[in-house]
T-cell receptor
Framework: SQKIEQNSEALNIQEGKTATLTCNYT??????LQWYRQDPGRGPVFLLL???NEKEKRKERLKVTFDTTLKQSLFHITASQPADSATYLC???????????WGAGTKLIIKP | GAVVSQHPSWVICKSGTSVKIECRSL??????MFWYRQFPKQSLMLMAT?????????EQGVEKDKFLINHASLTLSTLTVTSAHPEDSSFYIC??????????????FGSGTRLTVV
């Protein structure tokens, strides 16, 4: 069955630097992959979706890559700010009914 | 963008009582809604998928008689935790989907409900 692996250890980044988070999956390559942000005690908020035929997607300071050969997606935040501190989740679709499989998320801490 | 309202944001109840959580899509019609449970530092665990007007589909290991889901309209789904026990204490989150917009807005989530059973 499909599994998603995200670094469970918190990632500490100095303000202004680029933060890079990793999402690896184990089985079939999905038609698309999504990234979400989750703040403590809140529901996830959608950030970006990248399709299997897209190598890269950008939105303001965010960039997502998708490598189906490596079975990996990278999520980058450039010029990071303390307000970017949150847990970032990746998700990809199951095979039916629009359900998603979720990674456990990586906690990002941006230090001033 | 799509907005989902979830209430209450937190609730404390006594063991043995029932709790109802509401999830409303405010500006779109949600043909499908998902209910998740999340324990601290763990991933979202899908509990059930509900489609408007039909019975919910529960994931393996989720007791359908304990977690009652009703999706009576395109804008409202409810989750009722019946005869709650302390082990049911968790963070419950709903998600609504309108096919055709997921590729633009992703899945829209409610703000979650922190349930504490004492």
């Amino acid at each position: 069955s499909q599994k998603i692996e995200q670094n469970s250890e918190a990632l500490n980044i100095q303000e202004g630097k680029t933060a890079t988070l990793t999402c690896n999956y184990t089985n079939y390559s999905p038609a698309y992959l999504q990234w979400y942000r989750q703040d403590p005690g809140r529901g996830p908020v959608f950030l970006l979706l990248i399709r299997e035929n897209e190598k890269e997607k950008r939105k303001e300071r965010l960039k997502v890559t998708f490598d189906t050969t490596l079975k990996q997606s990278l999520f980058h935040i450039t010029a990071s700010q303390p307000a970017d501190s949150a847990t970032y989740l990746c998700a990809l679709p199951m095979d039916s009914n629009y359900q998603l499989i979720w990674g456990a998320g990586t906690k990002l801490i941006i230090k001033p | 963008g799509a907005v989902v309202s979830q209430h209450p944001s937190w609730v404390i109840c006594k063991s043995g009582t029932s709790v109802k959580i509401e999830c409303r899509s405010l500006d779109f019609q949600a043909t499908t809604m998902f209910w998740y449970r999340q324990f601290p530092k763990q991933s979202l665990m899908l509990m059930a998928t509900s489609n408007e007007g039909s019975k919910a589909t529960y994931e393996q290991g989720v007791e359908k008689d304990k977690f009652l889901i009703n999706h009576a309209s395109l804008t409202l789904s409810t989750l009722t935790v019946t005869s709650a026990h302390p082990e049911d204490s968790s963070f419950y989150i709903c998600s609504a989907l309108s096919p055709g917009t997921a590729h633009r807005y992703g899945y829209t989530f409610g703000s979650g409900t922190r349930l504490t059973v004492v």
